[in-house]
């Protein structure tokens, strides 16, 4: 019999990933979706037919329980959550309620329905903010910098603390960042690789950014839904850092952009004050010895592969629009 999974934020850039994943594993793959006018399934248009859509929310928990009183779940991953941090200044309850609270209520409908079920949450190295060392380990202490880090650091904590008190089979993913063609067009990585399409293909002539200084630990988001599989799978729940291990600026990011499509970058970027983070977290950069050690994960994409990748993608996606 095949296994059962549940992924919440399916229609996002890791919920996308995870599902081919799974169905390429054999899985039957439930995702849960929030009630919407307009739904946002451009990334999953493709596993449409493949896929079950069920209708839930992480601010309503009696929903929770009645997707998992249905399904019957061996695993359950929680990808859903107010994910773009600048935003979560401008609704710091609002990201509280589904990235640290909507993580309480999952655990809860577990608890509730079948303690057997593995789960994962979505932590992310944001939670670090004003780091204490680098490179940053599963042991490194929390300092968090936005609302969406503080919230992060709750649904992670809440994690281990069900799992402890419950003996739930629940994980952390402490991922860093990862991107893709299916990155959202408001992550600094999609935003480049966009802008850099457009000026290629003429439609503008610059592209504003905020702080060009700040470090990130980029990797490839088809390589991390790897090795969220990989934790359920162990014979003991544990929390991994998932990183490539090394750290570029937003600099780096777009001359690499830019340079692909034989351009200066000097020429078309400004710099936009307003674009600047209240509090900036300057310096991530993943220590993922321990998943490469115990998951035998490895990262397969390169920074520059990576950002060749989304901006190719871009201009492919401009040309037809246009």
Request: hydrophobic content about 40%; some cysteine.
């Amino acid at each position: 019999m095949s296994k059962r999974a549940v992924i919440t934020g399916i229609t996002g850039q890791d919920g996308s990933y995870l599902a081919e994943l799974l169905l390429e594993k054999g899985y039957e793959v439930i995702g849960m979706v929030r009630h919407a006018s307009t739904p946002n399934l451009w990334r999953i248009e493709h596993l449409l037919d493949r896929v079950q859509l069920r209708h839930a929310d992480l601010l309503d928990q009696l929903s929770m329980i009645r997707v998992i009183e249905e399904v019957h779940p061996h695993e359950f991953y929680n990808l859903a959550a107010m994910s773009f941090v600048p935003a979560s200044w401008d609704q710091p309850m609002l990201t509280g309620e589904f990235n640290a609270l909507g993580v309480t209520r999952i655990l809860d409908a577990i608890r509730e329905v079948d303690t057997s079920i593995r789960f994962y949450q979505a932590s992310s190295s944001e939670m670090f903010g004003k780091v204490r060392e680098v490179p940053q380990t599963e042991a490194t202490p929390f300092y968090p910098r936005s609302p969406y880090g503080v919230a992060k650091v709750f649904g992670h904590h809440i994690t281990v603390n069900y799992r402890e008190s419950y003996d739930l089979f629940a994980v952390s993913g402490i991922l860093f960042n990862h991107e893709s063609p299916r990155r959202g067009l408001e992550f600094v990585t999609r935003k480049v690789s966009d802008g850099v399409a457009r000026i290629k293909c003429g439609l503008t002539d610059s592209l504003s950014l905020g702080n060009l200084d700040a470090r990130r630990d980029w990797g490839f988001a088809g390589d991390y839904v790897r090795a969220m599989w990989a934790m359920l799978q162990r014979d003991h729940a544990d929390d991994y850092v998932i990183a490539t291990g090394v750290s570029r600026s937003v600099k780096d990011l777009v001359r690499v952009a830019f340079a692909h499509v034989g351009l200066e970058w000097e020429e078309w970027v400004r710099v936009d004050k307003a674009l600047l983070r209240p509090a900036e977290v300057d310096h991530l950069t993943g220590d993922s010895s321990k998943a490469r050690r115990e998951l035998n994960w490895v990262p397969t994409v390169g920074f520059e592969q990576l950002i060749d990748l989304m901006v190719d993608a871009d201009i492919e996606r401009t040309k037809r629009k246009t």
